[in-house]
């Protein structure tokens, strides 16, 4: 089983439509966690850390259920701008360390 | 804002080559890491250097690999005999006091191996 699984892209949607991505993950020992925006061939960026009180960053709202080790993403109003891959990104301690895994991301493009 | 940077921005080499891959993470940043994304695939997780040593290596981080912070500001990763499939987007990421909070990438160096 894969460490961090995502919906299958990609997702089209109509400019101003509210879309939904989900991710789990398997590693129960996972601390932390994040989405991530990628547009093609550039670096991931932040999107919004996840927590399980739930967070709200204008049009994005992350949750995080730590029980059934599930992550979901909520885009109200799509834009244009949003078009791009959403990475589902979860950190664990490690022995000596720490250790950002990556989802494969799920692709979005938005249309007029 | 303080971001990550990253040299060169391309780099094409043969077979063989070794390359050396340069990053400046933000300046008060205390963590480091190396990411890997072959074209078409997922962001892979390489190292993470903590007080000048790693503290954590992936599977894929084998002996043709290496990382040093020779100096105050730069963090390298050095790739010993270039392999085709070690064609990629190399990422250096950087985070500011605690492993577990969020990181910080830079723009990426796009390593071609003929």
């Known amino acids: 089983r894969k460490e961090v699984e995502q919906d299958p892209g990609p997702f089209n949607v109509p400019e101003g439509a509210t879309v939904a991505f989900n991710c789990t993950y398997s590693?129960?020992?996972?601390?932390?966690f994040f989405w991530y925006r990628q547009d093609c061939r550039k670096e991931p960026k932040l999107l919004m850390s996840?927590?399980?009180s739930g967070n709200e960053d204008g049009r994005f709202t992350a949750q995080l259920n730590r029980a059934s080790q599930y992550i979901s993403l909520l885009i109200r109003d799509s834009k244009l701008s949003d078009s791009a891959t959403y990475l589902c990104?979860?950190?664990?301690?490690?022995?000596?360390?720490?250790?950002?895994?990556f989802g494969t991301g799920t692709q979005l493009k938005v249309e007029l | 804002e303080p971001e990550v940077t990253q040299t060169p921005s391309h780099q094409v080499t043969q077979m063989g080559q070794e390359v050396i891959l340069r990053c400046v993470p933000i300046?008060?940043?205390?963590?480091f890491y190396w990411y890997r994304q072959i074209l078409g695939q997922k962001v892979e997780f390489l190292v993470s250097?903590?007080?000048?040593?790693?503290?954590?290596k992936s599977e894929i981080f084998d002996d043709q690999f290496s990382v040093e912070r020779p100096d105050g500001s730069n963090f390298t990763l050095k790739i010993r005999s270039t392999k085709l499939e070690d064609s990629a987007m190399y990422f250096c990421?950087?985070?500011?006091?605690?492993?577990?909070?969020?990181?910080?990438f830079g723009p990426g160096t796009r390593l071609l191996v003929l």
């Open positions: 990421a950087s985070t500011p006091g605690r492993p577990l909070e969020t990181q910080y």
């Open positions: 590693n129960s020992a996972s601390q932390s």
């Open positions: 996840v927590y399980s």
């Open positions: 990104v979860v950190n664990r301690l490690t022995g000596g360390g720490n250790k950002l895994t």
């Open positions: 300046s008060n940043h205390l963590y």
């Open positions: 250097f903590y007080n000048n040593e790693i503290s954590e």
